[in-house]
């Protein structure tokens, strides 16, 4: 019963190349997420939206946007990949007010070469 | 905006011992959760604790919670080889639009055949 989606677990893209992430929800939950998680820094957060069409800027939103056309898509796009984007990217869903705790997606694996 | 912080960054335990990883925040929280990620992979949701509670269990699970030295810990009892993973503590505050969540750098533990 999967719940959050993201579309490749692995991914090999050239410098300079528009990367799109994808992930789709299907817990009708209001608030997605980006996170990239890179060795001895954790998990930081690059955009959030919490509603369709909406988004604000996490920690590190530098090199990045998203999209949320539709309350269960969150897209995230590198416009001109560069090698310092290779990581670990994590989509996350919640309903806020509940403190449900967030549902993740497994998690693509980006290299940028 | 690092929150919480995990201790010890790793642990290494005997199949069978307990292990008890800590998590120390800095600010007002609502609740606290924690999470693990098997490598590779997102993170799946463990366990949460709201503000008001003290202690909390589910299965092999204990998570304790002392606001007024804002820590908490998971406790693992009678650990299985399947329980290496890395462990995260979030502290989640509420707010009007979206809960803000912060992850600590988590605890790595591995299980000692």
């Known amino acids: 019963d999967v719940k959050v989606t993201q579309s490749s677990r692995y991914l090999v893209k050239r410098t300079g190349e528009k990367v799109f992430l994808e992930c789709v929800q299907d817990?009708?939950?209001?608030?997605m997420f980006w996170y990239r998680q890179d060795p001895g820094l954790g998990l930081r957060l690059i955009y959030f939206?919490?509603?369709?069409?909406?988004?604000e800027k996490g920690d590190i939103p530098e090199g990045y946007s998203v999209s949320r056309e539709k309350k269960e898509r969150f897209s995230l796009i590198l416009e001109s990949a560069s090698t310092n984007q290779t990581s670990m990217y994590l989509c996350?869903?919640?309903?806020?007010?509940?403190?449900?705790?967030?549902?993740f997606g497994s998690g693509t694996r980006l290299t940028v070469v | 905006s690092q929150q919480g912080e995990e201790d010890p960054q790793a642990l290494s335990i005997q199949e069978g011992e307990n292990a008890t990883m800590n998590c120390s925040y800095k600010t007002s929280i609502n609740n606290l959760q924690w999470y693990r990620q098997n490598s590779g992979r997102g993170l799946v949701h463990l366990i949460l604790i709201r503000s008001n509670e003290r202690e909390k269990h589910s299965g092999r699970l204990r998570v304790t919670l002392d606001t007024s030295k804002k820590s908490s810990s998971l406790l693992i009892t009678a650990s299985r080889a399947a329980d290496t993973a890395s462990y995260f503590c979030a502290t989640v505050l509420f707010s009007n639009r979206d809960d803000k969540i912060i992850f600590g750098k988590g605890t790595r533990l591995h299980i000692l055949p």
């Open positions: 996350a869903s919640s309903s806020p007010g509940t403190g449900d705790g967030y549902t």
């Open positions: 817990m009708d939950h209001e608030n």
């Open positions: 939206s919490y509603d369709v069409k909406m988004k």
